[in-house]
């Protein structure tokens, strides 16, 4: 069930940002993120609930044939789930919040893919707590690689100056994972190149005949990449734990500027697009739930944290760059 935070977020988005009904509820079921434990052919099972890292981790291992999927969700109706099982994934209804339930689904698995919670209800210590309970599990049950999606600890790294909590519930995981000596590698993804069909939607502006991209970046590059190709990167991952247990891989496609992002879609749609050139201080002043948090995570982003653009083209030779994502999708831009 939707809290009122989670309501009015999805009212500010609908009314700022002009989001399609399609493009708003895929914004929505990318926020209910995913836990996915994944098995190698006949020795390991897997679990899922379906999202979007989820399920193009998902796909991946499915499409590769070197996996068998089990996939956990709380609702096995769900297109998501009903896609998964269609592509040969086993689906099981499951909640990852009971304990007792993850240790049968984990029990025999070979490996994990993780994504903790935020987004439902705004709960970071919530988020920790879940994080945590499959930590536990894992190490119960001798998981032997877990691929979790984590990301930095934003106010410890920085003192208390910034505060991001869907940043810094994950590191609070990661870390609770290591101290337990799971072997378990987190992957550090940058902002979905989906968040601009979406939460990032370009708005038109009052005063011309052009759109504006709503981002506090100043002029410093923002790494980005598409949620589609985090998939292969977990596959090869996991067919590497010699070399990425123990490790964060930070992952982005590339990093372009605002106005770079402006211009890739200035150059395929045919429209102007512009970086409007918001301060992080106007931002966090828009009034909507999470405001002055995601104000936050773009100061952080104007440290360049670590995302390994060579990395990802290797674990994933044919990660989109931001033009080819907006040339496949150019249908769904030009409904803006």
């Known amino acids: 069930m939707k809290t009122s935070r989670v309501r009015e977020f999805e009212?500010?988005?609908?009314?700022?940002?002009?989001?399609?009904?399609?493009?708003?509820?895929?914004?929505?079921?990318?926020?209910?993120?995913?836990?996915?434990?994944?098995?190698?052919?006949?020795?390991?099972?897997?679990?899922?609930?379906?999202?979007?890292?989820?399920?193009?981790?998902a796909r991946a291992l499915l499409k590769c044939q070197d996996f068998a999927v089990r996939a956990l969700t709380r609702d096995v109706t769900k297109p998501a789930a009903v896609a998964l099982r269609d592509l040969g994934a086993e689906v099981m209804k499951c909640d990852l919040n009971d304990q007792e339930a993850m240790k049968r689904v984990f029990k025999g698995a070979y490996g994990a893919f993780v994504v903790t919670t935020y987004w439902d209800d705004f709960n970071m210590e919530k988020e920790v707590q879940q994080g945590k309970m499959v930590a536990d599990v894992s190490k119960q049950v001798g998981?032997?690689?877990?691929?979790?999606?984590?990301?930095?600890?934003?106010?410890?790294l920085t003192k208390g100056k910034l505060e991001v909590p869907h940043f810094d519930g994950k590191g609070k995981v990661e870390e609770y994972f290591w101290e337990l000596?799971?072997?378990?590698?987190?992957?550090?993804?940058?902002?979905?190149f989906e968040n601009f069909l979406s939460l990032w939607k370009p708005v038109k502006a009052s005063d011309g005949d052009y759109y504006n991209l709503v981002l506090p970046m100043k002029d410093i590059?923002?790494?980005g990449i598409s949620v589609a190709d985090l998939g292969p990167v977990v596959v090869s991952i996991?067919?590497?734990?010699?070399?990425?247990?123990?490790?964060?891989?930070?992952?982005?496609?590339?990093?372009?500027?605002?106005?770079?992002y402006a211009?890739?879609?200035?150059?395929?749609?045919?429209?102007?697009?512009?970086?409007?050139?918001?301060?992080?201080?106007?931002?966090?002043?828009?009034?909507?739930?999470?405001a002055k948090e995601l104000a936050d995570m773009m100061r952080f982003y104007y440290l360049r944290p670590d995302r390994d653009v060579k990395l990802t083209h290797k674990l994933n030779p044919e990660v989109k760059s931001f033009s080819q994502f907006v040339l496949e999708n150019k249908e769904a831009f030009q409904k803006l």
Request: glycine share 8%; proline share 6%; net charge positive.
């Open 11 to 57: 009212r500010f988005v609908q009314s700022h940002s002009a989001v399609s009904e399609k493009a708003h509820l895929d914004f929505w079921n990318e926020a209910h993120l995913a836990h996915s434990v994944f098995p190698k052919k006949t020795r390991f099972s897997d679990l899922y609930i379906p999202s979007s890292q989820g399920g193009s981790v």
């Open 143 to 156: 998981l032997k690689h877990v691929v979790y999606s984590g990301l930095e600890n934003v106010k410890k």
């Open 181 to 192: 000596g799971v072997p378990m590698t987190s992957v550090r993804i940058a902002p979905y």
């Open 221 to 223: 590059p923002m790494d």
């Open 238 to 260: 996991f067919r590497s734990p010699g070399e990425f247990l123990g490790k964060a891989v930070g992952l982005s496609a590339e990093a372009l500027t605002i106005q770079q």
């Open 263 to 290: 211009d890739v879609l200035s150059e395929t749609l045919g429209k102007v697009f512009k970086d409007s050139k918001i301060t992080a201080e106007a931002y966090e002043k828009l009034g909507f739930p999470g």
